[in-house]
């Protein structure tokens, strides 16, 4: 069973960056689509970035601002975020999706890596 541990988070101010990272504990070589997700206090989980095989998406709420990458190489997922705003403020997730046609399942949440955006 494959784990993801997240890591990277901190305090940052608003306008900063911070780059994240999603340490896989095996091969995301096949692995169809990885995302990254974020939940607020007293919101549900978001996805704000997913990249797949050929492809990437996002959220509008970050899109311009974050940039997801994947190394399979490394089995690790980046998530560069950029012109931070205290919105962006939440625990951020990894996660994975086997096949196109799955949910972002593929392995049990791990503890996340805090971002909290503030003067």
């Known amino acids: 069973q494959v784990q993801f541990v997240e890591s990277g988070g901190g305090l940052v101010q608003p306008g900063g960056s911070l780059r994240l990272s999603c340490a896989a504990s095996g091969s995301i070589f096949s692995i169809y689509g990885m995302g990254w997700f974020r939940q607020a206090p007293g919101k549900q989980r978001e996805l704000v970035a997913a990249?797949?095989?050929?492809?990437?998406e996002y959220a509008d709420s970050v899109k311009g601002r974050f940039t997801i990458t994947r190394d399979n190489s490394r089995d690790t997922v980046y998530l560069q975020m950029n012109s931070l705003e205290p919105e962006d403020t939440a625990v951020y997730y990894c996660?994975?999706?086997?096949?196109?046609?799955?949910?972002?399942?593929?392995?049990?949440w791990g503890q996340g890596t805090q971002v909290t955006v503030s003067s």
């Open positions: 996660n994975a999706k086997k096949y196109y046609y799955s949910e972002y399942n593929y392995a049990a």
């Open positions: 990249a797949t095989i050929g492809d990437t």
